[in-house]
């Protein structure tokens, strides 16, 4: 129901939204909210079993069986998969989408072709939420492809900016990179355990072959890096900005990305089956929260460094997986935490990062760019969107007590508490706390920039409407206060650690976190991050606010103005993407061009040729045979003449050559070159 | 009794002439005429079979071979007349628009 | 038990009939189409319907699986299946040519009689037990096309493209008929060495064969392979692998985009058929001269498939280019079904049953839809196709999904058909001796991966870019056949176990 909901809508729009109100806006704001309501019916029910006691066992439904016959034992049944971890991403989904398809009526509302942006957008839900439903890896695969097509289209929703077009083939193309891996990992475990299986495979996972271990969670974990935009598939994502806001709110912020999260989080009793998939994972993470980070320093567009802010989060999760895997491989404490901290992470950031997203769409909205130097001073215009955006950027940068403090604390505490096992783990904490650092920098930057300062704007900015203030305002309510779910549920610890370890945790009371956090053995960790969030606030308000210091000096002197331009241009990493793709594409349609005008034409001459001998008898074919395969290559050039030009394609009997030909050559093959090579 | 290799031999050459036609020769109906060549070729083949191993299924089938060489001469003809109404031509090499 | 194939040939008869009493009309179509309806009715009912049996019409016994000695004929659930896939793509067809042909086309009897005619030869191809039987039904069904392709005669891409099919069609089977000679030869020779006995089964018996061939092989093993490479190749010609496909781009170019429906299912279906029936019966005790062979073949032929259809700009030739690749996915099930396993063997050759069966509608569909562009005057090049969806929403929206399933998107047909494919050559692959066949997946997957770049460029056309606004009226026999290919093209994919279960049974009981 949760997932069908949106898809009939879809086809609905699809066959005539395009006569109705908006577009047929309605239908899809109508299924999203009853896709949330169901999905709310079953948080609650989850939240009552599993997070004060008791436990809320994964339920399976099965739709029908698809391929296969029971007595075989090869059966395909799809169904849907209703545990913890699924709920709380279904309710936090449709929750999301709900609010932005409001406020899409409000910002699409002079839009031409609403029905395709509203079909999409619900197809896109029915995929994401049917991708959290899947109980099999291969109803996984589908649904994460719809979405991947409708991200693609959503993208190059305005298809006739070049820019967009080619920002949708790019996310198609590089996401694409990871999902075939993703492809190869599921047909891995397919071969392995015999079954697509979720909860199957989870049980079997233990028993997965050693040289197995390493491969199969990275073929996995490189779906979740294509669909989650982490290095080295981040390119897509920044370029993606080129859709509609709403769609990178909804897509590219608040739900899509995160399924690759989702997917590393499912497939965690694979992972742990390896230290080292786990501390790859772990690493990667790290690294790309730091990349990202450092590249969102040095970006003018205001959607661009909210994208690159994206990755750097999401690698934040990544991390606080990675370091659960671990944990929970070598029996480390902390696991519990750095799981439930990732997802919890995941939920505040689309919180949050929604918000981010709404309110600069409502700022472009205002002033009809994109460029944050073309901004400034609309603070006192767009109150609203000003303020909401403020408790965002507090949020994402861990300022205390907003939801981001509490999942990022457990994030790097959990990462902290894995070097205990690894070396490693301490620099990616020191990593995570640069990044603490540069977030609260360019968080505020962002919002010094667009909101104070001197006016730079063109036009007269008004405050949007309501219908795209409200969900502003929630959004901000939730920002504020998703992260005191960390009191009544340790922030979905006790909901979801079951999951990993099989095992209830225990109910940690909510005064024990605060101490723990504020003045337990490991506090003086948290007091460093509040530190770092401390300077980069400190330091974005004396450059953008107080003017303290020159933003221009930021880049004078001939070193600082090139690593400007090296995070300016993404660590040229997309330059070089682009050098290869176009290289590569062009290589295969030379070879193909060169591998038709020389190979089948030179064939075809050198039978032309060989009948021309034939016919010229033999006193000719003595002096040619010395130069005769020289010649037979340049020979058209060489004589131009029309009798020999027969071997062009479009001619019967060059088909019949070849075939001919063939035939030898698969003669030949049997005969000769199979028992030479010891064929049987 | 001719040996069985005479008569094999006699149509590979034939096989090989068919095919030399097919592939040098510019004119529709010559091309036609080769590959009539290869198919009596098979036929001389089951002939030969035939009469040497005294299976008589062999002999049956070049009466029916024969019969179908006729009736791909006749629809191979139609077809070149065709082809001669509208281009004026059964040279091969001048029949070619379809290409890449 | 021939009651579908007589009424196939007595309506193809009847029609040539009519045309001089009814001259040439539309309604032609409908007396073509009656009959392919009853025949396939008939056809499914023995395969396992069983209505006629419910409703106290005793003929048969569903599922039927007879010999007919007498008539070298054999009527199994694996013929049952040739028969209903041959007879639904005669449908596709005939729905569509009623559209496709103008009034100012002749002959519309004779089109409609030689569809029928082919239709039939293919029909006994796939039920024919021996091997001259079958190789009389081949030419039955090409002579037929032949003439089909001619069929607008004063169109010079048309005769151009009858031509060039001409030629290379009739050089194979002249080819096919010189390696069916050696095979004979071998097959007599070692028979007459065996112990007289009655009724012992003619020299050229497919089931025979299988026997004669293994124990003539260390004798006569050049010879035989002379004869499997010829066979090879003229087959090839047939359902176009590589290096034998070169006339493909140009003949279905060329030729009324119908035929070219015709060509690229229903051909290719009895190519297949013939190619089951002699490699994984008569020749199979000879399989380790060919599979390998066979298997580079195929990766070579959907390789160059898809990589040929990359650039194209007319639909016809990139459909043409990928129903190349096709058949190359289908050879899996021909490399896959010679294995020693016969459980494998006979998953494999499932799969290739089922694929045949999935591409009847959408391969079938998507030409159809390109012949409805050209009726229309829309055009049949990409550039043509812009903004197509909007213009017709609903079979724009079922190209889409024929193209989708093409490109083996689950969960469509295509994706199943291919998935049981590459599936049983990775298990082929498992067992030691054959490993090499994990390649044939591998190579499979790689090429779907390709493929979806061709096949979404129409989508795109279809879908993104702006194109022409007026509104087109599409004639309904063009709405029929597609939305016939278009439920076909989802059923396969959603109800999949149906089908699994018949072709798997077919395929257990072909293998005996």
Request: glycine letters at 10%; hydrophobic letters at 55%.
């Given at each position: 129901m949760i997932v069908a909901a949106p898809l009939v809508a879809f086809v609905i729009i699809l066959l005539t939204g395009r006569w109705q109100w908006q577009g047929g806006a309605i239908w899809t704001i109508g299924a999203v909210g009853l896709s949330f309501v169901f999905a709310l019916g079953l948080l609650i029910e989850a939240l009552l079993n599993g997070a004060?006691?008791?436990?809320?066992?994964?339920?399976?439904?099965?739709?029908?069986?698809?391929?296969?016959?029971?007595?075989?034992?090869?059966?395909?049944?799809?169904?849907?998969?209703?545990?913890?971890?699924?709920?709380?991403?279904?309710?936090?989904?449709?929750?999301?989408?709900?609010?932005?398809?409001?406020?899409?009526?409000?910002?699409?509302?002079?839009?031409?072709?609403?029905?395709?942006?509203?079909?999409?957008?619900?197809?896109?839900?029915?995929?994401?939420?049917?991708?959290?439903?899947?109980?099999?890896?291969?109803?996984?695969?589908?649904?994460?492809?719809?979405?991947?097509?409708?991200?693609?289209?959503?993208?190059?929703?305005?298809?006739?900016?070049?820019?967009?077009?080619?920002?949708?083939?790019?996310?198609?193309?590089?996401?694409?990179?990871?999902?075939?891996?993703?492809?190869v990992g599921v047909i891995a475990v397919f071969v392995i355990f015999g079954t697509f299986n979720i909860l199957e495979v989870s049980a079997l996972a233990p028993g997965l072959p050693l040289r197995m271990t390493l491969i199969v969670p990275l073929l996995f974990f490189a779906g979740a890096i294509g669909k989650s935009a982490q290095f080295p598939l981040h390119a897509w994502l920044p370029d993606a900005m080129e859709g509609p806001t709403t769609v990178s709110a909804l897509i590219h912020a608040a739900t899509m990305v995160n399924a690759g999260v989702y997917l590393a989080a499912r497939t965690i009793p694979l992972i742990v089956t390896n230290v080292n998939a786990s501390l790859f994972i772990a690493f990667i993470g790290g690294f790309t929260a730091f990349f990202a980070a450092t590249m969102a320093l040095a970006n003018h567009d205001i959607k661009r460094v909210l994208a690159f802010s994206t990755i750097s989060q999401l690698g934040y999760m990544f991390l606080g997986l990675g370091a659960a895997g671990y944990a929970l491989n070598l029996g480390l404490a902390g696991a519990q935490e750095g799981y439930s901290a990732a997802i919890f992470h995941l939920a505040n950031h689309s919180f949050f990062k929604a918000l981010l997203f709404l309110g600069a769409g409502s700022v472009i909205h205002a002033v009809a760019t994109n460029d944050m130097r073309k901004m400034g001073g609309l603070h006192k215009r767009m109150r609203i969107t000003s303020l909401a955006m403020l408790v965002a950027a507090l949020s994402i940068a861990g300022v205390p007590p907003l939801s981001g403090f509490w999942s990022k604390e457990g994030i790097l505490a959990a990462t902290f508490a894995a070097s205990a096992g690894n070396q490693l783990f301490f620099w990616m904490w020191l990593l995570g706390i640069l990044t603490v650092f540069m977030t609260a920098f360019y968080m505020f930057r962002l919002w010094f920039m667009t909101f104070w300062g001197k006016p730079r704007w063109e036009n007269e900015p008004r405050e949007s409407p309501r219908v795209m203030t409200v969900p502003l305002m929630i959004l901000a309510v939730f920002a504020v206060g998703s992260g005191l779910v960390i009191f009544p549920l340790g922030g979905f610890g006790n909901l979801i650690y079951p999951l990993v370890a099989g095992a209830h945790a225990e109910f940690t009371a909510p005064l024990d976190i605060l101490i723990r956090t504020f003045a337990g053995p490991n506090s003086f960790l948290t007091y460093i991050s509040i530190l770092g969030v401390a300077a980069g606030l400190g330091w974005a308000t004396l450059i953008y606010r107080m003017g303290a210091i020159s933003p221009d000096s930021l880049t004078a002197g001939p070193g600082r103005r090139a690593l400007h331009t090296l995070l300016k241009r993404r660590y040229y990493i997309d330059d070089a993407y682009d050098a290869f793709g176009r290289r590569f594409v062009l290589g295969i349609a030379r070879l193909s061009d060169w591998f038709d005008r020389n190979i089948v034409d030179g064939l075809v001459n050198l039978v032309a040729r060989l009948t021309l001998w034939a016919a010229r008898g033999t006193d000719l074919v003595d002096r040619r045979a010395v130069d005769g395969v020289v010649n037979s290559i340049s020979l058209r050039t060489l004589r131009g003449g029309r009798t020999l030009r027969r071997g062009q394609t479009g001619q019967v009997q060059t088909y019949v050559a070849v075939i001919v030909i063939g035939a030898a050559i698969v003669l030949f093959l049997i005969q000769i070159v199979f028992p030479l090579l010891g064929v049987p | 009794m001719i040996p069985l290799e005479w008569e094999l031999s006699l149509s590979a050459i034939l096989f090989a002439i068919g095919l030399y036609g097919i592939l040098v020769r510019r004119n529709a109906i010559i091309v036609l005429m080769s590959v009539e060549i290869i198919i009596n070729a098979a036929i001389l083949n089951f002939v030969a079979f035939s009469a040497y191993t005294g299976d008589v299924s062999g002999q049956v089938f070049a009466l029916l071979a024969i019969a179908l060489a006729a009736a791909e001469a006749a629809i191979g003809l139609a077809v070149f007349l065709v082809l001669y109404g509208v281009h004026h031509t059964v040279n091969l090499d001048k029949i070619r628009i379809l290409r890449w | 038990m021939l009651l579908p194939v007589i009424i196939a040939t007595f309506s193809g008869f009847l029609l040539i009939a009519l045309t001089f009493i009814v001259g040439r009309q539309r309604r032609l179509a409908d007396a073509a189409l009656v009959g392919l309806l009853i025949a396939l009715f008939l056809s499914l009912d023995m395969a396992g319907l069983g209505l006629l049996e419910r409703l106290g019409l005793v003929l048969w016994q569903a599922p039927v699986s007879q010999q007919l000695p007498g008539l070298l004929l054999e009527v199994t659930p694996f013929v049952l299946f040739f028969w209903v896939a041959l007879l639904l793509t005669g449908v596709i067809v005939v729905l569509a040519s009623r559209s496709f042909l103008q009034k100012t086309d002749r002959n519309i009897g004779e089109y409609y009689g030689l569809l029928l005619i082919a239709l039939v030869g293919m029909m006994l191809v796939a039920a024919s037990t021996d091997l001259f039987v079958l190789y009389l039904a081949f030419e039955m069904a090409s002579l037929a096309t032949f003439a089909l392709v001619a069929f607008r005669k004063r169109d010079k891409r048309g005769t151009e493209a009858a031509m060039k099919f001409f030629i290379i069609g009739v050089v194979s089977s002249a080819i096919i008929l010189f390696g069916i000679s050696l095979i004979y030869g071998v097959s007599a020779h070692v028979a007459s060495q065996l112990p007289p006995q009655t009724g012992a089964p003619a020299a050229t018996d497919l089931r025979f064969l299988g026997t004669t061939l293994s124990l003539g092989l260390a004798q006569f093993e050049p010879v035989i392979i002379l004869a499997v490479v010829l066979l090879i190749a003229g087959f090839g010609f047939k359902v176009a692998t590589v290096p034998f496909h070169m006339w493909v781009p140009d003949v279905y170019d060329g030729a009324p985009t119908t035929v070219t429906t015709f060509l690229s299912t229903a051909s290719k279906i009895m190519g297949f058929a013939a190619m089951f029936k002699i490699f994984l019966i008569a020749l199979v005790g000879t399989a380790g001269q060919w599979t390998l062979a066979l298997g580079i073949l195929a990766i070579a032929t959907m390789t160059l498939g898809n990589v040929a259809a990359l650039p194209q700009k007319s639909i016809k030739r990139m459909l043409a280019y990928s129903s190349i690749a096709h058949a190359g996915y289908v050879l899996i099930a021909v490399v896959v079904g010679s294995h020693s396993d016969p459980a494998i063997a006979a998953f494999g050759l499932a799969g290739g049953l089922y694929h045949l069966l999935v591409y009847v509608f959408m391969t079938g569909g998507a030409f159809i839809f390109v012949a409805m562009t050209a009726t229309l005057l829309i055009g049949e090049r990409l550039d043509d196709y812009s903004g197509l969806a909007r213009r017709m929403p609903l079979l724009a929206f079922a190209m889409m999904i024929m193209l989708l399933s093409l490109a083996g998107i689950p969960p469509l047909g295509g994706f199943v058909s291919k998935f049981i494919l590459f599936w049983s050559a990775v298990q082929a692959g498992l067992v030691p001796g054959s490993e090499w066949m994990v390649s044939l997946a591998v190579a499979g997957v790689l090429n779907s991966a390709l493929s979806l770049f061709y096949y979404a460029r129409v989508i795109k056309h279809m879908y993104i870019l702006e194109g022409p606004k007026e509104p087109v009226k599409v004639p309904t026999p063009y709405s029929l056949a597609l939305w016939v290919a278009l439920i076909g093209t989802i059923a396969t994919g959603v109800f999949a176990f149906v089908f699994i279960d018949f072709v798997t049974q077919a395929a257990a009981l072909f293998f005996g």
């Open positions: 004060v006691g008791g436990t809320f066992p994964a339920q399976e439904v099965i739709w029908y069986r698809w391929l296969g016959t029971p007595s075989s034992g090869f059966v395909i049944e799809f169904g849907i998969l209703i545990d913890s971890l699924s709920v709380v991403i279904l309710a936090l989904v449709s929750f999301l989408s709900l609010l932005i398809a409001i406020y899409s009526v409000g910002y699409m509302g002079h839009e031409k072709d609403k029905a395709r942006y509203y079909s999409q957008i619900a197809l896109f839900v029915s995929g994401m939420l049917g991708a959290v439903a899947a109980n099999n890896f291969l109803q996984l695969l589908i649904f994460w492809e719809i979405m991947g097509l409708c991200s693609y289209l959503l993208i190059g929703y305005w298809y006739h900016k070049p820019e967009a077009a080619a920002a949708a083939k790019k996310a198609f193309m590089v996401t694409r990179v990871g999902d075939v891996l993703f492809l | - | -």
